[in-house]
Protein backbone atom coordinates (compact mmCIF):
# COMPACT_ATOMS: atom_id res chain seq x y z
CA UNK A 1 0.00 0.00 0.00
CA UNK A 2 2.79 2.49 0.90
CA UNK A 3 4.78 1.78 -2.66
CA UNK A 4 1.48 2.43 -4.10
CA UNK A 5 0.77 5.87 -2.17
CA UNK A 6 4.42 6.56 -3.38
CA UNK A 7 4.13 6.25 -6.93
CA UNK A 8 1.17 8.47 -6.72
CA UNK A 9 1.97 11.39 -4.70
CA UNK A 10 4.91 12.69 -7.27
CA UNK A 11 2.61 15.87 -7.98
CA UNK A 12 1.13 14.00 -11.44
CA UNK A 13 4.22 12.73 -12.53
CA UNK A 14 4.25 9.12 -12.48
CA UNK A 15 6.81 6.70 -11.19
CA UNK A 16 7.75 3.12 -14.19
CA UNK A 17 5.76 0.48 -12.44
CA UNK A 18 7.60 -2.79 -11.21
CA UNK A 19 5.41 -5.13 -13.86
CA UNK A 20 5.39 -2.10 -16.51
CA UNK A 21 6.56 -3.10 -20.29
CA UNK A 22 10.29 -1.39 -20.84
CA UNK A 23 8.73 -0.05 -24.08
CA UNK A 24 5.55 1.75 -22.78
CA UNK A 25 7.77 5.55 -22.60
CA UNK A 26 6.19 6.83 -19.36
CA UNK A 27 6.33 10.27 -18.85
CA UNK A 28 8.60 10.95 -16.11
CA UNK A 29 9.09 14.44 -14.50
CA UNK A 30 8.73 16.11 -17.81
CA UNK A 31 7.81 19.50 -16.71
CA UNK A 32 8.61 18.79 -12.89
CA UNK A 33 12.52 19.95 -13.53
CA UNK A 34 12.41 22.22 -16.18
CA UNK A 35 14.61 25.10 -14.87
CA UNK A 36 18.14 25.99 -16.83
CA UNK A 37 21.02 24.70 -15.22
CA UNK A 38 23.54 26.47 -13.70
CA UNK A 39 26.69 26.29 -12.10
CA UNK A 40 27.14 24.75 -9.65
CA UNK A 41 30.16 26.39 -7.74
CA UNK A 42 28.05 29.72 -7.98
CA UNK A 43 25.78 28.73 -6.07
CA UNK A 44 28.06 28.71 -3.25
CA UNK A 45 28.72 32.33 -3.14
CA UNK A 46 27.40 34.11 0.26
CA UNK A 47 23.60 36.13 -0.41
CA UNK A 48 21.51 38.06 1.88
CA UNK A 49 19.36 34.64 2.02
CA UNK A 50 16.67 33.29 4.13
CA UNK A 51 15.72 29.79 4.68
CA UNK A 52 11.48 30.25 4.76
CA UNK A 53 10.46 28.78 8.20
CA UNK A 54 7.24 27.84 6.79
CA UNK A 55 7.47 25.56 3.80
CA UNK A 56 5.50 27.78 1.13
CA UNK A 57 3.48 24.76 0.25
CA UNK A 58 1.34 21.91 2.12
CA UNK A 59 4.20 19.54 3.17
CA UNK A 60 2.70 16.30 1.46
CA UNK A 61 3.90 13.57 3.63
CA UNK A 62 3.41 10.06 3.54
CA UNK A 63 1.60 8.09 6.81
CA UNK A 64 3.43 5.35 7.68
CA UNK A 65 2.27 3.23 10.52
CA UNK A 66 3.80 0.44 12.39
CA UNK A 67 7.16 1.34 11.58
CA UNK A 68 10.17 -0.35 13.50
CA UNK A 69 12.45 2.36 15.11
CA UNK A 70 15.89 0.12 15.20
CA UNK A 71 16.78 -2.33 12.88
CA UNK A 72 20.12 -2.08 10.32
CA UNK A 73 19.40 -0.82 6.42
CA UNK A 74 20.61 -4.53 5.32
CA UNK A 75 17.05 -5.77 6.92
CA UNK A 76 15.09 -2.66 6.07
CA UNK A 77 12.59 -3.78 3.05
CA UNK A 78 13.19 -2.86 -0.26
CA UNK A 79 9.49 -3.11 -0.89
CA UNK A 80 8.53 -0.21 0.66
CA UNK A 81 9.71 3.06 -0.72
CA UNK A 82 9.95 5.22 2.08
CA UNK A 83 11.39 5.36 5.93
CA UNK A 84 9.78 7.06 8.70
CA UNK A 85 11.77 10.34 10.78
CA UNK A 86 11.12 7.88 13.96
CA UNK A 87 13.17 5.61 12.09
CA UNK A 88 16.18 7.33 10.46
CA UNK A 89 16.56 9.84 13.62
CA UNK A 90 17.14 5.86 15.17
CA UNK A 91 19.34 4.68 12.84
CA UNK A 92 21.44 7.81 11.66
CA UNK A 93 24.76 6.89 12.44
CA UNK A 94 24.53 3.53 11.16
CA UNK A 95 27.82 2.89 8.97
CA UNK A 96 25.68 0.84 6.28
CA UNK A 97 24.12 4.09 5.37
CA UNK A 98 23.92 7.75 3.56
CA UNK A 99 21.54 10.34 3.77
CA UNK A 100 21.11 12.79 0.88
CA UNK A 101 19.65 16.39 1.04
CA UNK A 102 18.51 16.39 -3.10
CA UNK A 103 16.41 19.13 -2.28
CA UNK A 104 14.93 20.94 -5.59
CA UNK A 105 12.51 24.21 -6.24
CA UNK A 106 10.90 25.54 -9.22
CA UNK A 107 11.95 29.19 -10.31
CA UNK A 108 9.44 31.21 -9.21
CA UNK A 109 9.86 30.09 -5.63
CA UNK A 110 12.82 31.64 -5.50
CA UNK A 111 14.52 29.11 -3.09
CA UNK A 112 18.16 28.15 -3.29
CA UNK A 113 18.33 24.37 -2.10
CA UNK A 114 22.80 24.47 -1.76
CA UNK A 115 22.36 27.69 0.55
CA UNK A 116 18.94 26.04 2.34
CA UNK A 117 21.37 23.06 2.59
CA UNK A 118 24.21 25.23 4.57
CA UNK A 119 21.63 26.98 7.06
CA UNK A 120 19.85 23.51 7.58
CA UNK A 121 20.08 20.06 7.04
CA UNK A 122 19.77 16.54 8.35
CA UNK A 123 22.93 15.85 10.56
CA UNK A 124 25.10 14.32 8.69
CA UNK A 125 23.59 13.90 5.23
CA UNK A 126 25.57 14.92 2.08
CA UNK A 127 23.96 17.25 -0.71
CA UNK A 128 22.69 16.15 -4.13
CA UNK A 129 22.94 18.52 -6.77
CA UNK A 130 19.53 17.50 -9.28
CA UNK A 131 21.21 19.92 -11.54
CA UNK A 132 24.44 19.06 -11.70
CA UNK A 133 24.06 15.20 -11.57
CA UNK A 134 22.25 15.17 -15.18
CA UNK A 135 23.22 14.73 -19.00
CA UNK A 136 25.18 16.97 -20.25
CA UNK A 137 24.98 16.35 -23.85
CA UNK A 138 21.39 18.06 -23.68
CA UNK A 139 20.47 21.32 -23.28
CA UNK A 140 17.43 19.82 -21.90
CA UNK A 141 17.43 19.97 -17.78
CA UNK A 142 17.50 17.24 -15.65
CA UNK A 143 17.95 14.00 -17.53
CA UNK A 144 19.58 11.16 -16.47
CA UNK A 145 23.10 11.09 -16.81
CA UNK A 146 25.24 8.00 -18.29
CA UNK A 147 25.58 4.95 -16.38
CA UNK A 148 29.24 5.95 -16.46
CA UNK A 149 28.81 9.55 -14.98
CA UNK A 150 26.34 8.28 -12.98
CA UNK A 151 28.65 6.17 -11.18
CA UNK A 152 31.44 8.66 -11.34
CA UNK A 153 29.35 11.58 -9.01
CA UNK A 154 27.86 8.64 -6.59
CA UNK A 155 31.84 7.79 -6.28
CA UNK A 156 32.65 11.30 -5.62
CA UNK A 157 30.03 11.42 -2.82
CA UNK A 158 31.67 8.51 -1.46
CA UNK A 159 28.55 6.33 -1.95
CA UNK A 160 29.20 2.28 -2.12
CA UNK A 161 27.12 -0.73 -3.76
CA UNK A 162 26.73 -2.06 -0.07
CA UNK A 163 25.50 1.19 1.83
CA UNK A 164 21.40 1.81 2.15
CA UNK A 165 20.93 5.24 0.88
CA UNK A 166 17.70 7.48 2.08
CA UNK A 167 16.50 10.97 0.45
CA UNK A 168 14.93 13.84 1.43
CA UNK A 169 14.12 17.40 0.48
CA UNK A 170 13.12 20.68 1.63
CA UNK A 171 9.36 19.93 0.68
CA UNK A 172 8.54 16.64 2.07
CA UNK A 173 7.85 15.26 -1.21
CA UNK A 174 9.10 16.47 -4.41
CA UNK A 175 12.78 16.31 -5.59
CA UNK A 176 13.64 13.47 -3.13
CA UNK A 177 11.06 11.05 -5.23
CA UNK A 178 13.50 12.03 -8.51
CA UNK A 179 16.69 11.07 -6.76
CA UNK A 180 14.97 7.85 -5.73
CA UNK A 181 14.01 7.06 -8.95
CA UNK A 182 17.68 7.21 -10.66
CA UNK A 183 18.93 5.23 -8.03
CA UNK A 184 16.55 2.95 -9.09
CA UNK A 185 17.08 2.96 -12.61
CA UNK A 186 20.71 2.07 -12.01
CA UNK A 187 20.08 -0.93 -9.89
CA UNK A 188 20.20 0.37 -6.61
CA UNK A 189 17.40 -0.93 -5.03
CA UNK A 190 18.46 -0.22 -1.22
CA UNK A 191 17.11 3.40 -1.49
CA UNK A 192 14.46 5.38 -0.11
CA UNK A 193 12.67 8.40 0.67
CA UNK A 194 12.28 10.16 4.46
CA UNK A 195 8.50 10.54 4.89
CA UNK A 196 7.72 14.01 4.86
CA UNK A 197 11.16 15.24 4.45
CA UNK A 198 13.01 17.98 6.33
CA UNK A 199 9.46 19.82 7.09
CA UNK A 200 8.56 16.39 8.86
CA UNK A 201 11.98 15.75 10.53
CA UNK A 202 12.35 19.53 12.20
CA UNK A 203 8.57 19.43 13.24
CA UNK A 204 9.29 16.03 14.87
CA UNK A 205 11.32 18.26 17.03
CA UNK A 206 14.90 16.16 15.75
CA UNK A 207 18.23 18.36 15.48
CA UNK A 208 19.46 20.20 12.12
CA UNK A 209 23.28 20.70 11.38
CA UNK A 210 23.47 24.92 10.78
CA UNK A 211 26.38 24.86 9.02
CA UNK A 212 27.99 22.25 6.42
CA UNK A 213 31.26 20.84 6.78
CA UNK A 214 33.90 21.44 4.63
CA UNK A 215 34.09 17.90 3.08
CA UNK A 216 30.26 17.61 2.50
CA UNK A 217 30.33 20.81 0.33
CA UNK A 218 33.79 19.11 -1.27
CA UNK A 219 32.16 16.13 -2.43
CA UNK A 220 29.30 18.15 -3.73
CA UNK A 221 31.16 19.77 -6.15
CA UNK A 222 33.14 17.17 -6.69
CA UNK A 223 30.59 15.29 -7.89
CA UNK A 224 29.26 18.18 -10.61
CA UNK A 225 32.59 18.39 -11.42
CA UNK A 226 32.92 14.15 -11.56
CA UNK A 227 29.82 14.08 -14.17
CA UNK A 228 31.78 16.94 -16.26
CA UNK A 229 35.21 14.67 -16.91
CA UNK A 230 32.84 11.88 -17.85
CA UNK A 231 31.61 13.89 -20.59
CA UNK A 232 34.96 15.14 -21.43
CA UNK A 233 36.31 12.19 -21.74
CA UNK A 234 38.81 12.48 -19.27
CA UNK A 235 39.77 10.24 -16.09
CA UNK A 236 37.93 10.27 -12.81
CA UNK A 237 38.50 8.23 -9.95
CA UNK A 238 38.34 6.12 -7.57
CA UNK A 239 34.86 4.69 -8.43
CA UNK A 240 33.60 2.89 -5.43
CA UNK A 241 29.82 2.36 -6.85
CA UNK A 242 28.59 0.94 -9.99
CA UNK A 243 25.50 -0.39 -11.81
CA UNK A 244 23.75 -3.65 -11.10
CA UNK A 245 20.61 -4.84 -12.45
CA UNK A 246 17.61 -2.59 -12.69
CA UNK A 247 13.55 -2.89 -11.92
CA UNK A 248 13.27 -0.17 -14.47
CA UNK A 249 15.01 1.03 -17.70
CA UNK A 250 14.81 4.20 -19.78
CA UNK A 251 15.19 3.51 -23.55
CA UNK A 252 17.17 6.81 -24.74
CA UNK A 253 13.98 8.17 -26.52
CA UNK A 254 12.00 8.18 -23.26
CA UNK A 255 10.89 11.35 -21.62
CA UNK A 256 12.78 11.63 -18.67
Known amino acids: MAAALFTRTLLGHRL ?3 SSPLSSKPQIFTTLFNLQKKPFHSLLKP ?17 IAGMRASFSTQSLSTSDPVVSVDWLHSNLREPDMKVLDASWYMPDE ?3 PIQEYQVAHIPG ?7 GIADRTTKLPHMLPSEEAFAAAVSALGI ?9 DGKGIFSAARVWWMFQ ?7 WVLDGGLPRWRASGYDVESSASSDAIL ?8 IEKVYQGQAVGPITWEKK ?10 NQ
Not at 47 to 63: E, G, Q
Not at 185 to 191: A, I, K, W
Open 125 to 131: SLFFDVD
Open 245 to 254: DSKFSVSDDC
Open 160 to 168: QNKEGVVVY
Open 16 to 18: VPI
Open 47 to 63: SAYVVNKTPSWPVMALS
Open 185 to 191: VFGHDRV
Open 110 to 112: QRN
Open 219 to 226: KASAASEA
